[in-house]
């Protein structure tokens, strides 16, 4: 499992590892080991949960809960009814003339940019292109694609490299702060992350009692399908970072916070006086957790991605092509969801050691965590991904929407309300 390298990536006491058990199968069938990567994150942040309340009693995970949690959106409904996202007709694998691509088009915004770079009809266009043209053109207008590359592809490419050179994550002390009393209930953490894996880390966090307080541009909005499925214990407002009012509001929030979490390009949000290094200063004491893509170095440490596009450029979608040679994808947005969880789980164990002061900090990327899962054996057969009855692990939240129904967190408790809508709640704790 992921468990032991993380766990030690995050400081933590190397015998509580030995302190996880599973049950059962998380029906992640996969030729790649999907199933303990989700196992072992989810083992990490409950690890990391158990340590701040101060227990050391053993962990057992229901790998059946596990499974249904990383598949999470599928299970969703309102009133009833199926209520998931899903993927955009144009977020999908497309051929090239030297093979395929993955794009993005899940927002407005990516839509419009994949259409000023490829025209009215990108698939069309890109099937008279090579994947590489498509790529830079998609990159360089704002947009989201990546070639499908094999393994060794992306292994000997310059970006390839530089995550390779990255731990699996990271959580260090970055300056001096005050020694403080941790806790998980009250706990309050700024949520500046967006789609699935930044939300997914909040939410587990909500789960324990944390008063999570997530922020939306208000010329970024997020899908609704998105927040019901992410959303649930927190609450959401918009805030216009850009805006002097917006950004004396957030100093404020800033000032009351005990953890910020975002999910911004590594230097997107430099310009605000977000850097490590400045909220090191401005905020002694202040855990910061950093959620990207690609990590914080190297040639791609800037661009956007999400999990189906790191699949394909780090040769996950290679690896699982179907039997007619199509691109293939992981039974789970698994790279999403356990990022979620290590979020989660380095947000506990740097709350635990401000207990003897410091300023702490912590890097989690979808790429690093498919590097390991590329490393990690494999299974000789491969087995198909199966579907455990949800309704055990389903609970009901009434939220201003109507009846939500969620897979339950897996081994956290129920949250304490439903999700609310974008903008629902005021900017204050």
Same mark, same amino acid.
């Given at each position: 499992?992921v468990l032991?390298?993380?766990?030690?990536?995050?400081g933590?006491?190397?015998? +509580?590892?030995?302190?996880?058990?599973?049950?059962?199968?998380?029906?992640?069938g996969?030729?790649l080991?999907?199933?303990? +990567?989700?196992?072992?994150?989810?083992?990490?942040?409950?690890?990391a949960a158990?340590?701040l309340?101060g227990?050391?009693?053993?962990?057992?995970?229901?790998?059946?809960?596990?499974?249904?949690?990383f598949?999470?959106?599928?299970?969703?409904?309102?009133?009833?009814?199926p209520?998931?996202?899903?993927?955009?007709?144009?977020?999908?694998?497309?051929?090239?003339?030297?093979?395929w691509?993955?794009?993005?088009?899940?927002y407005?915004?990516?839509?419009?940019?994949l259409?000023?770079?490829?025209?009215?009809?990108?698939?069309?266009?890109?099937?008279?292109?090579?994947?590489?043209?498509?790529?830079?053109a998609v990159?360089?207008?704002?947009g989201?694609?990546?070639?499908?590359?094999?393994?060794?592809?992306?292994?000997?490419?310059?970006?390839?490299?530089a995550?390779?050179a990255?731990p699996?994550?990271t959580?260090?002390?970055?300056?001096?702060?005050p020694?403080?009393?941790?806790?998980?209930?009250?706990?309050?953490v700024?949520? +500046?992350?967006?789609?699935i894996?930044?939300?997914?880390?909040t939410?587990?966090?909500?789960?324990?009692?944390a008063?999570?307080?997530?922020?939306?541009s208000?010329?970024?909005?997020?899908?609704p399908?998105?927040?019901?499925?992410?959303?649930?214990?927190k609450?959401?407002?918009r805030?216009?970072?850009a805006?002097?009012?917006?950004?004396?509001?957030?100093e404020?929030?800033?000032?009351g916070a005990d953890?910020?979490?975002?999910?911004?390009?590594?230097?997107a949000l430099?310009?605000?006086?977000?850097?490590?290094a400045?909220?090191?200063?401005r905020?002694?004491g202040l855990?910061v957790?950093?959620?990207?893509a690609?990590?914080?170095s190297?040639?791609?440490?800037?661009?956007?991605?999400?999990d189906?596009?790191?699949?394909?450029?780090?040769?996950?979608?290679?690896?699982?092509?179907?039997?007619?040679?199509?691109p293939g994808v992981?039974?789970a947005?698994?790279?999403?969801?356990?990022?979620?969880?290590?979020?989660?789980?380095?947000?506990?164990?740097a709350?635990?050691?401000?207990?003897?002061?410091?300023?702490?900090?912590?890097d989690?990327?979808?790429a690093?965590?498919?590097?390991?899962?590329?490393?990690?054996?494999?299974?000789?057969?491969?087995?198909?991904?199966?579907?455990?009855?949800?309704?055990?692990y389903?609970?009901?939240?009434?939220?201003?929407?109507?009846?939500?129904?969620?897979?339950?967190?897996?081994g956290?408790?129920?949250?304490?309300?439903?999700p609310?809508?974008?903008?629902?709640d005021?900017?204050?704790?």
């Amino acid at each position: 499992m992921v468990l032991v390298p993380a766990w030690e990536a995050l400081g933590g006491d190397p015998a +509580l590892p030995s302190l996880v058990h599973a049950t059962g199968d998380t029906g992640l069938g996969s030729v790649l080991a999907v199933g303990e +990567l989700a196992l072992g994150a989810v083992g990490a942040q409950r690890l990391a949960a158990d340590e701040l309340r101060g227990s050391s009693v053993p962990v057992e995970l229901d790998a059946r809960h596990v499974g249904l949690a990383f598949r999470s959106e599928r299970f969703l409904r309102l009133d009833g009814h199926p209520a998931g996202g899903g993927f955009a007709p144009l977020s999908r694998f497309t051929p090239t003339v030297d093979g395929w691509v993955r794009l993005h088009a899940n927002y407005a915004h990516h839509r419009r940019a994949l259409q000023d770079a490829l025209g009215p009809d990108p698939l069309a266009a890109a099937a008279d292109m090579t994947g590489a043209e498509v790529e830079e053109a998609v990159v360089a207008a704002g947009g989201v694609a990546a070639v499908v590359r094999t393994e060794a592809h992306w292994a000997a490419s310059d970006p390839g490299a530089a995550v390779r050179a990255l731990p699996l994550l990271t959580l260090a002390r970055v300056g001096d702060g005050p020694s403080r009393v941790p806790r998980l209930d009250g706990l309050r953490v700024l949520d +500046l992350t967006r789609v699935i894996a930044g939300p997914v880390g909040t939410r587990t966090l909500a789960s324990y009692g944390a008063d999570v307080l997530r922020l939306d541009s208000p010329r970024l909005p997020e899908d609704p399908a998105a927040l019901l499925d992410t959303g649930p214990g927190k609450r959401h407002a918009r805030l216009d970072l850009a805006a002097a009012d917006g950004r004396e509001r957030f100093e404020d929030l800033l000032d009351g916070a005990d953890v910020l979490v975002q999910g911004y390009r590594p230097g997107a949000l430099d310009r605000f006086g977000l850097s490590s290094a400045a909220l090191a200063e401005r905020r002694p004491g202040l855990v910061v957790v950093t959620l990207s893509a690609w990590g914080t170095s190297g040639p791609w440490a800037g661009r956007r991605g999400f999990d189906s596009i790191v699949q394909a450029a780090t040769g996950i979608a290679d690896v699982t092509r179907d039997d007619d040679g199509t691109p293939g994808v992981l039974p789970a947005q698994a790279l999403d969801h356990a990022a979620g969880h290590l979020v989660a789980a380095a947000v506990m164990r740097a709350v635990t050691e401000t207990g003897a002061g410091g300023t702490w900090h912590a890097d989690v990327s979808l790429a690093q965590l498919a590097t390991w899962l590329l490393a990690a054996p494999r299974s000789a057969s491969p087995t198909t991904p199966t579907t455990p009855d949800p309704d055990p692990y389903l609970v009901d939240l009434d939220s201003p929407s109507g009846t939500v129904t969620l897979v339950a967190p897996p081994g956290s408790p129920v949250w304490r309300h439903g999700p609310v809508p974008s903008g629902y709640d005021e900017s204050a704790w």
